[in-house]
């Protein structure tokens, strides 16, 4: 996938962004979020970057046994993550 952004940088911000707005937390939780979906996809952070600016949200996570779903929030709750 070819990041269309000036840079790669710009989009990982955009995307911490709205991990961070979605989430609740900090930009060094998002970005640890970002680091470890990108892993767990086997896709570069940047990559991952795009599908969370074009999903509002990080993918879903990959079917491996033992593996908890991703947090919905870092801190607290909100009535916009559902049950």
């Given at each position: 996938?070819?990041?269309?952004?000036?840079?790669?940088?710009?989009?990982?911000?955009?995307?911490?962004?709205?991990?961070?707005?979605?989430?609740g937390?900090?930009?060094?939780?998002?970005?640890?979020?970002?680091?470890?979906?990108?892993?767990?996809?086997?896709?570069?952070?940047?990559?991952?970057?795009?599908?969370?600016?074009?999903?509002?949200?990080?993918?879903r996570?990959p079917?491996?046994?033992?593996?908890?779903?991703?947090?919905?929030r870092?801190?607290?709750?909100?009535?916009?993550?559902?049950?």
């Open positions: 996938m070819t990041v269309p952004w000036s840079d790669a940088a710009s989009v990982v911000e955009v995307a911490q962004g709205i991990l961070m707005e979605r989430r937390c900090a930009p060094d939780e998002a970005f640890g979020l970002l680091r470890d979906a990108a892993r767990a996809h086997d896709m570069s952070v940047s990559d991952l970057a795009e599908c969370v600016v074009a999903d509002r949200d990080l993918p996570r079917a491996h046994p033992g593996l908890p779903p991703w947090p919905r870092v801190h607290g709750t909100s009535s916009r993550d559902g049950p």
